[in-house]
């Protein structure tokens, strides 16, 4: 941590050590939350239903503000960078696992940057394609991006994203590469998804589970060892002969590093508070999804699995030779 910083921190905190009643009122202004992919995406669908119920806890306006690029490093660093007095958090998702292998050099330290609150979800990803794509099947499917795999594109987030962690998995089972097409985050992408301007991305299902009970877009698989509830006619990879590919994204909220205990302790209240409210939970469950049990929604429980998370990941990144930078 900068000198500057561990200074902020510790004005915050002795600002509240010399008057608990400050600890107790906050927050006294609206908080944000920076989510770092573009809006109207998978992550922006979890932290706008997480911040308008933690609003109603915290009694202030909790609002979602997009820095999406560079597979979610320049939001992270916006957030790594900001005072660390509460009002600027982050919710971060599977990235935060990865980037500290992915990258070697970030302006932040993608690490010790941050206080984690607590964990939120775990969203199953599905293989979709433009509504025309020459195939009705995984099986098919694979066999076009094999023969095909020169003219295919494929959308991601760009390094680090979740969709581009299923691509590579994918690519590698299938052992055909095909043009990948970074985006600010499948939001977007998924327009040109839509569109058919794009033929392939693998999702979370927030943010494709509409889209295929609308059969905008055509799917082949959800990557979970199970079937998803909300998707019950989609066969898992396996069930449709790809060994392997599964992935699930978990969620997570952050605070800068050197925010005051007191107040990561009154947010991650406010965070199981939300994870515990009807509609939320039925707006998760119908995008596929849903939080997390209780006890895993704190500071504690999360910083011990985001840890092990790094540590699963490294040597798979490393393994593969896989930088950003
Ligand atoms: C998003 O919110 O756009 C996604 O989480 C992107 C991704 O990680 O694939």
């Known amino acids: 941590m900068s000198p500057t910083r561990r200074l902020l921190g510790a004005l915050a905190l002795g600002a509240l050590a010399a008057a608990p009643a400050a600890a107790q009122q906050y927050p006294t202004r609206p908080i944000s ?17 997480v911040a308008e119920v933690m609003g109603r806890d915290l009694g202030q306006n909790v609002v979602v503000e997009n820095v999406g690029g560079a597979g979610g490093t320049l939001g992270a ?22 980037t500290p292998a992915l990258y070697r050099r970030l302006p932040y330290d993608p690490v ?19 509504p025309d794509f020459p195939a009705n099947t995984l099986a098919e499917a694979v066999a076009v ?21 299923c691509g590579l998995l994918l690519m590698s089972r299938i052992e055909a590469a095909m043009t990948t097409v970074p985006f600010r985050g499948t939001g977007p992408a998924m327009q040109e998804i839509l569109g058919g301007r794009v033929d392939l991305m693998c999702d979370q299902t927030t943010n494709t589970t509409e889209q295929i009970r609308a059969r905008a877009v055509k799917v082949f698989a959800v990557t979970t060892r199970e079937r998803v509830s909300a998707l019950p006619d989609v066969p898992t990879a396996a069930e449709a002969g790809l060994q392997g590919l599964e992935v699930t994204i978990w969620h997570g909220l952050y605070a800068p590093r050197g925010t005051p205990a007191p107040v990561i302790q009154r ?26 049990a209780q ?18 990941w490294r040597p798979l990144i490393q393994a593969a030779g896989q930088y950003a930078d």
């Open 77 to 98: 660093n916006r957030v790594a960078q900001a005072r660390p007095d509460g009002y600027t958090l982050l919710l971060h998702h599977i990235g935060m696992a990865t």
């Open 112 to 130: 010790n940057g941050f206080e984690p609150i607590g964990l939120i979800t775990e969203v199953p990803m599905t293989l979709i394609a433009r």
């Open 145 to 165: 991006m094999r023969q095909r795999r020169d003219q295919l594109n494929y959308a991601n987030a760009g390094i680090g994203a979740a969709s581009h962690l």
């Open 267 to 292: 947010l991650s209240q406010a965070l199981q508070a939300a994870l515990r409210d009807q509609r939320l939970i039925t707006r998760f469950n119908e995008l596929g999804t849903a939080p997390v």
């Open 33 to 49: 939350i920076v989510v770092p992919f573009a809006a109207g995406g998978p992550t922006d669908t979890v932290s706008r239903l």
């Open 295 to 312: 006890d895993q929604a704190t500071p504690a429980a999360h910083r011990a699995f985001w840890l092990a998370e790094i540590e699963k």
